[in-house]
Structures are given as C-alpha cells and as structure tokens.
C-alpha cells in the first residue's frame, strides 16, 4: 500500500539535501541505502569520473514475473542552482515549497521518492509485478552529460518511463525535440579606438550584423534563440573578438540541422562583411523523439493511469530529458509528470497528494500485466 506519509517524509529528507549537478553524492548514497533496506543494490557507474562529477549513475534489476517484459523506471539526481541549504516546508493545506530562497528539488525528487514508494509497497504487499529496471542518473539538467555514460547495453527493457515532466500527474510527453547548441567565434584586429580605428576589424559589429540576419523566436516548426554575446576588452579599443551562443530546437532533426546550416552561412557572410574571420561548431545536446501514441507504451500508460484512478493526456513537450537518449538506444519511451510545478525556479512546489498519485502511477505500471 502507497503510505502518503511515508512517502512525503521521504520527500522532505531528500529534498533537503544538497544535489546541485555534478555534486549528487549524498543524495545518492542516501538513495542507495533506502533502496538496500528493500534488498535492493543500486549498482553506481563511472559517470562521474567521466563528466567531473562526484557521482554516478544508479541501476538496479529487480526479478519478476518473468512471463512479462521488464520495464525501466528512471529520474534524475540532481537540480538546477540554487539547490543548497534547501529547506522544504510543508505547509497545512499539504502543499509543499521551499522556504522562497532555492528550488525546491522536486525536479526530480518527485520522481525518485515515487519510484522508492511504489517499489517498497509492491515489495511490502507481496504483490506480483514484472521485472523492473531501476536507473537514476547525474547531471541530467546539464542536457544529460550523465546519462550519455551510460553503458546501455546493461538495459533488459524496451520500454521506459522517466518520471521527469511538469505539469499534473496523468500527463506524459510522447514527444520531445531535438536541441542543438551553436557558438560562433568572430576574429578581427585591435587597434585604438581614437587614435587608429581605421586599423582595426570590427569583431562585434560582424556579431552584431549576424544575430541581425538570424531569425529569432517560432520560426516554423522551430524554435531559435541567440542566448549570449561577449566581446571587446575596453571602451577605446576597437573588439578584436566576439561570441555569440544560441539554440535550435525542433521536433524534425533533419530540419534542425538545415537550419543551423543557414545560420552559419549567416554568420560567415557577416563576418566577411567586416572582414572578420568566423568559427562555427554545433554540438547535438538531444536528439529528437516520438513515440507512438497508440504504441504499448502509451496503452500500458493509460491503463496504469485508470487503475490509479488518474486522468491520462498525452502531450508533447519543448524540453528535453534522459528518454531522448533512451530512444536512441532502441528503447520506447514517455516522460511522465511525478508532481512538479513551477520547476527552475524558487517557486517550485508539490503537494502530499500530487506526490501520492505519482506513487500511485509508478505501483500500477510496475504491477500492470499488459
């Protein structure tokens, strides 16, 4: 049986610990002793080591009927600044928030103490359930550094479920897009500003001309952002470099990557414009996903939703999670809402309830026979 007050303890003493990315150990090794209590090892990789981190990912294989297929249920450890000396508060009305000075973590704590739940009540009861693959990564708000050192090959299940989605419980993403980061480098030549301008290459002129020539915002299908530009050294001499960084998101990759290619013709044209020299990289952060909203995924979903007595809405998503990098393993998958709201922010909260429905969900999909 979900115990709600179990479960929102729970909450409260993982979300007061400090797990900003890259430092999730305490939380982790907090993590694998509730898990070892239920006889459970959560098995920790290299991950950390690998992205500078002092921790690294949790798996776990839990036997079950082996007449049915296993599933994955994952979330993340860490979150976004500032995430120290988190002081969670539970208010009266059973609404939870953090005390307006640092997140309050439930992106992803949510997720973790529903899957803790679920999994010591199955295992409480006795109740049959199919096998289950547990994996909780690092650095998944750093777009998934941690993940993407995951041996994948470890992984029995095809279909996953990643507790990881703003909004009510009984919403799932079954679609999310592509983000793709770009940086440009504008090279020119210093000189003073009064006495020799003439002398110089005008590196944030080039900058300036290019983030003009890029279409910022909805563009079609896309989204395109210029996020930062930097340059110059002092006010009376003339840049000789500049930077600019941005985005592209869309649910097209192809397309995605279309478009990036136009922004660096974009950008070499400014910067021939000024005589300036440009580099331009792109780094691939997520690959776009969809799954099949009639697929077995979505179906077993909808079911474990009713059986939990929630509302099922399939709905897509403009942000990217670990399930971009399951997909691109083989595996199907839907980021489900464990209860978060106002994520990103000092705002954030949850509530008692929210975080007994998610529980809810995670035991019935655990439990489901389809």
Do not use: W
Not at 290 to 303: S, T
């Amino acid at each position: 049986m979900i115990r709600t007050e179990r479960l929102v303890q729970s909450f409260l003493e993982l979300t007061a610990i400090d797990n900003p990315t890259l430092y999730e150990r305490e939380l982790s090794e907090c993590l694998r002793r509730r898990f070892a209590a239920l006889g459970i090892v959560l098995a920790e990789d290299g991950a950390g080591a690998a992205i500078g981190g002092n921790a690294g990912n949790l798996y776990a294989y839990l036997p079950g009927d082996e007449m049915l297929a296993p599933i994955l249920l994952s979330a993340h450890m860490d979150a976004v600044a500032p995430a120290c000396a988190k002081k969670p508060v539970l208010h009266p009305d059973g609404r939870i928030t953090s005390d307006g000075t640092t997140v309050l973590g439930a992106d992803d704590v949510s997720g973790l103490c529903a899957i803790l739940e679920a999994v010591t009540s199955v295992l409480e009861d006795g109740t049959p359930h199919r096998p289950i693959e547990l994996l909780f990564d690092a650095a998944e708000e750093s777009y998934c550094t941690g993940i993407q050192k995951f041996d994948f090959s470890r992984l029995r299940a095809k279909t996953a479920y990643v507790f990881d989605l703003s909004g009510p419980v009984g919403n799932a993403a079954y679609q999310a897009p592509s983000i793709v980061s770009f940086r440009a480098e504008f090279t020119g030549r210093a000189a003073h500003a009064a006495f020799s301008p003439e002398e110089g290459l005008h590196a944030i002129k080039a900058a300036a001309e290019a983030v003009s020539r890029i279409d910022c915002g909805r563009v079609g299908d896309l989204t395109v952002n210029v996020g930062t530009i930097t340059g110059g050294t002092a006010d009376n001499i003339v840049p000789e470099t500049c930077v600019l960084t941005g985005e592209v998101r869309g649910f097209d990759h192809p397309l995605v990557l279309q478009k990036l290619a136009e922004i660096g013709e974009a950008v070499r044209q400014a910067a021939g414009h000024f005589g300036c020299a440009a580099r331009f990289t792109t780094e691939t952060l997520c690959q776009a996903f969809k799954a099949d909203p009639e697929g077995l995924a979505a179906q077993r979903f909808r079911a474990a939703c009713a059986a939990a007595g929630l509302e099922s809405s399939l709905t897509v998503t403009y942000g990217g999670s670990d399930n971009n990098h399951f997909c691109q393993h083989g595996l199907t998958g839907l980021v489900v809402a464990p209860g978060m709201n106002a994520c990103h922010s000092c705002q954030e909260y949850t509530s008692a309830d929210e975080l007994t429905r998610a529980a809810r969900l995670a035991e019935a999909l655990i439990v489901s026979r389809k």
